[in-house]
């Protein structure tokens, strides 16, 4: 048995200022296995990941990989990379600007100078090999982010590699994407490549994993066979409590109700990005967009906010015809739209969570009249107590929280401004299982309070969970809605796949 | 599934990276602009000469050019060139004219001929160039100074240097600077002058050495790894890190390599000119930046080829002259045409480059 392990890490200790982040860890991933990382966010996972491709510097602890005598010191990634440890991040860490072929060979080539049609010949075949759909003298920005995650894989797999990391690799990836992304992880596997695989997906660890070892807090909690360790026990361990039961929160179907009052109505709404649609929401009712990624939910609900320059419809809130162009229209109008990429369109990571938390509300009153310092200290107090935000004080920069605390901080952002029309999109993406609920538990609270939601995930469970109506959307157009009797599982999925009556 | 069938990957011709595009953009828009000038101002323009003086005026700022071009596709810059150029200049005329002590004393040592100065102030010329680009490099990709900052620094003092030095402008003596301006004849370009004779057209070392510095600069990016490593670091120095490349490495060798070259247009500029004076190469790292961006080189970094550059440099220099013929002397005309000119092709860049990434990407 001692004779698989291919990697094992004793003790490993890690301190940023203010946090231990990792605090005596052991792990070890024996050959042909694919070892599941698993934790809430700000758990140690990165943090240990980080300190096993040469990114941090561990503080204590040793690291021994298969086939070196010596405890080994990994100072840069590309010191890992010789060591046989590869790695495909969650974020896309490739070059948009160089071609796919570049990008699988660069900072990884021997000698000094480029032989392209060598390069360019061996990434076909490895593409081929692995069925990704890009061609090797193809711009990499130009393929979609499912397919440059997946050349990011390529190239992973091409180094001769004992240890393969994959730190979420689904995330941005389909069913079909992620489905080719576990066939080649069992591949490997067979091929004696020792697999950690981190994800937030329970049911994926479930579908291709052997072992897990759970995390908490930076200190390890335990290391199990898939096998012995059902599901919830696995979640248990995970937020160190018993799962609170989901089923109870969903929220009322106000949407069927005649009586509702109508909140907000569009009629052939369209964007630089989305189709013209219609679309409606009542006082209270909690719905929500469907769809495959990139099926447009996301773009029709940035229409809605304006995000995208808007092009022809007519919008009204509470039967009032309003015009929504850009942003600041829509929030003057009550509503509020926390945007799927909490880095790109969220925080400001330099700032500090009180600026972060008074920011939407700051931008409506104008510039011209700045909250006193008291006033922004008392927004920012409310919130943090209110929604539970972990963080060391108010004058944090939001970039150093974990992302459910900053997802929190954006949340109270738009709850500050008293908005009555709320977007959610994608609001518990790389979230931990605990924070999710909570997060499920606020919209249906919010909604009884009289506030309109439309709420977007991609795991379809956590939909049917929260909304009471669906709107289901493919190829960029509106193919069905659901309610009531229908909100299964399974309907949905037949509805998103089309065909199906 | 089976995505192998629905595709023939080597058959299908690539759609042109954006480096490419770019690139393209530029050389019509010098072949069109040189096209009619030929056919509206005639004259000058039609006698293969008017090329050669533009290449012989700007040979420089063609090599500084290939410097900055190198910087900004790693997603840096450097505004010190210019002055590092006029130092270098400076420096060079009075080795030249025997101003400096310790170089006369040398070749009085070894026993030398005048012409040894020639080689003492090619040596100073990229001991300077290679000097700044180490320290500005250093400071730049170790201890993660702002570039700009490092660079102005540089730049004013470069600047202060040359009024140390000498605060009148100085001249190369005349027998070494009619080595130095030796001119390369192709009798077969030559046009008759009103005599009828025919003149030879003429071309000066300077431009033999800036266009060799081009195909080295060329060879470089495209075939060396260090060259793609320039472009992976400005795409995006978070990726190029995961990826293995040394980006601090790689920084530093952009800065080594725009500081060297600077001290070589140095030499260049002194050969043209054979004067040192303050204000020599002034304003060059802005037309150096001009013509990388005219060339298709982002300032974002990531982007950008050196061939563009060379047509950039020639573009900007057939703009003055367009307006110089056409009568407007007055030199606020050809900063206001170089303003409007570059401008008008940041717009068209990014107007190209939207439109190709809407359609792209979705």
Known sequence: MENDVVLTMRGICKSFPNVKALDHVDFTLRKGRIHALMGENGAGKSTLIKVLTGVYSMDEGEIRIDGIEDAIHIRSPQEAQNFGISTVYQEITLCPNLTVAENMFIGRSPGKTVDWKTMEKKAGELLDNLGIPARPKQQLGSCSLAVQQMVAIARAVDTECKVLILDEPTSSLDENEVEMLFRLMRDLRERGVGIIFVTHFLEQVYEVSDDITVLRNGELVGEYEVKDLPQVELVAKMIGKDLEELSVIKGRDKGADEQAEMLYEAEGLSSSESRPFDFHIAKGEVNGFTGLLGSGRSESVRAIFGADPVTGGKTSIEGKAVRINKPLDAMRNGIGYLAEDRKGDGIIADLSVRDNIILALQVIRGIGHPFSRAQAEAFADEYIKALDIKTASKDTPVGSLSGGNQQKVILARWLLTHPKYLILDEPTRGIDVGTKTEIQKLVIKLAEEGMGITFISSEIEEMLRTCSRLIVMRDRNIVGELRGDELTQERVMRTIAGGGN | ?362
């Open chain 2, 1 to 362: 599934m089976n995505s192998r069938e629905n595709r023939t990957p080597d058959r299908r011709r690539e759609p042109i990276t954006d480096t490419q595009l770019l690139l393209t953009i530029t050389i019509c828009i010098f072949v069109f602009m040189y096209g009619l000038a030929m056919l509206v101002w005639g004259g000058g323009f039609l006698k293969p000469q008017m090329l050669f003086d533009l290449l012989n005026d700007n040979a420089f700022l063609i090599i500084i050019s290939c410097g900055l071009t190198i910087v900004m596709i790693t997603g840096s810059i450097d505004i010190s060139v210019g002055g590092v150029t006029a130092l270098v200049a400076m420096v060079g005329v009075m080795i030249l004219n025997g101003s400096f002590g310790p170089f006369v004393k040398l070749q009085e040592a070894l026993g030398l001929p005048d012409g040894a100065r020639i080689v003492f102030a090619l040596v100073m010329a990229l001991l300077i160039g290679l000097a700044y680009g180490l320290v500005q490099g250093y400071l730049i990709a170790f201890l993660e100074i702002q570039p700009f900052i490092i660079t102005l620094a540089g730049m004013f003092f470069a600047r202060g240097m040359i009024t140390i030095i000498s605060v009148d402008p100085q001249k190369a003596p005349q027998d070494l600077m009619d080595v130095l301006q030796t001119r390369i004849e192709i009798p077969w370009l030559g046009s008759p002058n009103k005599k009828g004779v025919i003149i030879p057209a003429r071309m000066e070392i300077g431009v033999v050495i800036a266009l060799v510095i081009v195909l080295l600069v060329f060879i470089l990016l495209r075939k060396m790894q260090l060259g793609r490593h320039f472009y992976a670091v400005g795409g995006n120095r978070q990726s190029a890190l995961m990826l293995g490349v040394n980006v601090r490495r790689t920084r530093f060798m952009a800065h080594l390599i725009c500081g060297t070259l600077a001290g070589i247009a140095g030499f260049v500029f002194m050969m043209h000119t054979g004067a040192g004076n303050a204000t020599n190469a002034t304003a060059a790292e802005m037309n150096a930046i001009a013509s990388s961006i005219i060339g298709g080189t982002l300032l974002t970094g990531g982007v950008g080829n050196v061939a563009g550059t060379l047509f950039g440099v020639l573009t900007l220099s057939t703009i003055k002259s367009i307006v110089t013929t056409s009568g407007l002397r007055d030199p606020w005309w050809q900063s206001i045409t170089t303003g409007a000119m570059l401008c008008f092709f940041i717009l068209l860049q990014s107007v190209v480059l939207m439109r190709r990434h809407k359609g792209g990407s979705r």
